[in-house]
C-alpha cells in the first residue's frame, strides 16, 4: 500500500513528489510515467525559458506563482548542480499601438514588484545593436535553463528523498472506494491512499478514466521552431520578444539563446493534429477524431479564425516566419532559418468553447486531478506543487 501516488513524470508531477515526499520523510511515494523517461513531453519541449512573471494581472495566482517560481526554479537548479543564466529579456515595441501596450506591461511589472526598466531607441540599440524597435522593456530576472535537465534533477532528488520512480507504466485504470485509490496499468497494479494526476497532454483522460465527468477537452497547439545558423547564434545577449497581443493566450515569435549555445526562433501556436507527435505533419486520427467531435473546438476557431489563420500561414511559409522575426531583428535571412524540434502545449477547452487561462483541478476524497496547468508552469512547477500539496492535505 502507498501512501501517495503521482501519476505523470512531467516537472509540476516531479515537483509535487517531491513536496510530498519532503513533508512526509516516512511515506511510500511512487511516481508513475508512461514514457522511458521524463519530461517527455512539454517540460522537455519548451524553449527553456525561466520567466520573470511580468504578464499576468496584478495579485493574481498566476503573478504570485511565476514571480515564487522564477526564485525557487533558480535556487533548485544551484542546489543541484543544474547550470542556468539569468540572460534577462527584452520586450521589443516596432509600433505606435506596441507602444502603448509596452507601458502597460512595464505598469504592470511595477505592480507586481518585478524589476523592470522602460529603455529608449538608443538605450535598446546599445544593448542589442541587431535589434530594431522603437522602445524595450528591459526584464534582468528572467533567464534560460535546460527543463529536461531540471527534471532529471528532480527525479534524482525524489529518489534521494526516498521515492520511487516508475517509468513505462501506462496507466489504464483508475479506481477509488472509500479506503483507497487502486491504480492499474496491463497487469500491474498499486493500490494508495491518495493520488495526484499530473497528466498534461493526457489530462482530460486521465480524469475520464478515473471516473470524473469533465468539461473540458485538450486541444494540442503545436510550437514550431527554428534554429539560427552558427554564423548568427551572437547576434543577440538577451532573449527578444515582440509586444504580446493581450486578447491572445500565447507571446508571440521570440529569439531565444539557449543552454548549448544555440539561438531559437519560435514558437509559433497552430491547431497540432496530434497530441504527442513532434513530426511537422505529424497526426494521430483518434486525437483529430475527439476535438473535431467536441463542439467547444469549433467554437474556438470560430473566435480565433483570422489569428489562427495567420498562425497556420507562418507555419506553412518559412517566408512569413521569417517576417515576424525581422520585425525586430531585419538582419536575418531565410537561410538563416534551420530546422528545429517542436513542442506541443496543452490547452484545456471548455464544452462552451472557452480556452481555460486559469488552474483548473477536479478533486474527490482520495484523488487530485491537474486539468490544467497554465503557462508559464515550468517556471512555476515548484509553488505549484506546494499549492497542489495544501490541497491534497485540505482533504486528507
Known sequence: MLDYCVIGGGIVGLATAIELQQMHPASKIMLLEKEVGVAAHQTGHNSGVIHAGIYYPVGSLKARLCRDGEIATKEFCSANGVPFNTIGKLVVATSRAEMERLDALARNASANGIPASLLTRSELLKREPMITG???????????????????AMQARFEQLGGVTALGVHVDGINEDEHYVSVQAGQRKWRSRQLVVCAGLQADRMAALSGVEIDFQIIPFKGEYYSIAPAKR??????????????????????????????????????????????????????????????????????????????????????????????YCPSLTESDLGEYRSGIRAQAVTRSGKLVHDFLFHQTARTLHVCNAPSPAATSAIPIARMIVERLMNVS
Request: aromatic share 10%.
Open 134 to 152: 522603437l522602445a524595450a522593456l528591459h526584464v534582468p530576472a528572467s533567464g534560460i535553463v535546460d527543463y529536461k535537465h531540471v527534471a532529471q
Open 234 to 327: 551572437n547576434i543577440v545577449r538577451h532573449m527578444i520578444y515582440p509586444v504580446a497581443d493581450p486578447a491572445l493566450p500565447f507571446l508571440g515569435v521570440h529569439l531565444t539563446p539557449t543552454m548549448d549555445g544555440s539561438l531559437l526562433a519560435g514558437p509559433n501556436a497552430v491547431l497540432s493534429l496530434a497530441r504527442e507527435n513532434y513530426q511537422r505533419f505529424g497526426a494521430s486520427g483518434k486525437d483529430v477524431s475527439e476535438y473535431l467531435r467536441f463542439p467547444g473546438f469549433w467554437k474556438v476557431i470560430h473566435e480565433n479564425l483570422r489569428s489562427g489563420a495567420g498562425e497556420l500561414y507562418r507555419s506553412l511559409s518559412k517566408a512569413a516566419y521569417l517576417k515576424s522575426c525581422q520585425k
